[in-house]
């Protein structure tokens, strides 16, 4: 079955380390989005990538990092230079922009805890 | 860019009809998206409503769309405790522009 996968479920991180969240997609998807969910805020932005070895900033890329060197992966790294990580983490993906009349397909989230 | 508002919070008796309201600010946007999202999950896609449309029906969801005051609401006939959910309203310019999420509670 076609789907998105987001890998581990559930992070944990140190004060001062970068971790990386996995995101894979056998949709054969173009393009591929993280979003940060905290509570009573919705989604909001953090990259987007349209085309592979591409990607742009959303609205809070300040402390992140992404990567697409391939179609299926667009793995996220949260860096230490992010003071307050602690979110879950939802990664999406489309078909071309211009073809939005079945939206977004989400993985199932990686909740992300500083400890 | 698209600003997507609904209201946070709806408490609705099992069996009545659920009303969730979201209203967007780019009447450019073709399409318009309900998702819904169980605890710890992520989000699943409900139904949509391309812009020319005014009325879209799908088994117990009913989406109107109102292009003029730029309103799309969406309705949930004989509501369950599975319906129990956050409900997010989305609008697409060059991405997907999500609302907060409407948090639905269904009580017995």
């Known amino acids: 079955d076609g789907g998105i996968t987001q890998s581990p479920k559930y992070l944990f991180r140190k004060e001062g380390q970068n971790v990386t969240l996995s995101c894979e997609q056998n949709?054969?998807?173009?393009?591929m989005y993280w979003y940060r969910q905290d509570p009573g805020q919705g989604l909001r932005l953090i990259y987007y990538s349209q085309i592979v070895n591409d990607f742009q900033k959303g609205d809070i890329a300040e402390g992140y990092s992404v990567s697409r060197e391939k179609k299926e992966s667009f793995p996220l790294t949260v860096t230490s230079a992010q003071k307050n990580p602690t979110a879950f983490y939802l990664c999406a993906s489309s078909t071309q922009p211009d073809n939005l009349n079945y939206g977004y397909t989400f993985g199932s989230g990686t909740r992300l805890t500083v400890v | 860019g698209e600003d997507v508002e609904q209201s946070l919070f709806l408490s609705v008796r099992e069996g009545d009809s659920s009303v969730i309201n979201c209203t967007y600010t780019d009447s450019s946007s073709t399409y318009l998206y309900w998702y819904k999202q169980e605890p710890g999950a992520g989000l699943q896609l409900l139904t949509y409503i391309f812009s020319n449309m005014d009325m879209k029906q799908d088994q117990r969801l009913t989406v109107l769309l109102n292009k003029k005051d730029k309103h799309l609401s969406l309705r949930i006939a004989d509501t369950q405790t599975g319906d129990s959910a956050i409900y997010f309203c989305a609008a697409n310019d060059y991405k997907l522009s999500f609302g907060a999420g409407t948090t639905v509670t269904v009580r017995a």
């Open positions: 949709l054969n998807h173009d393009a």
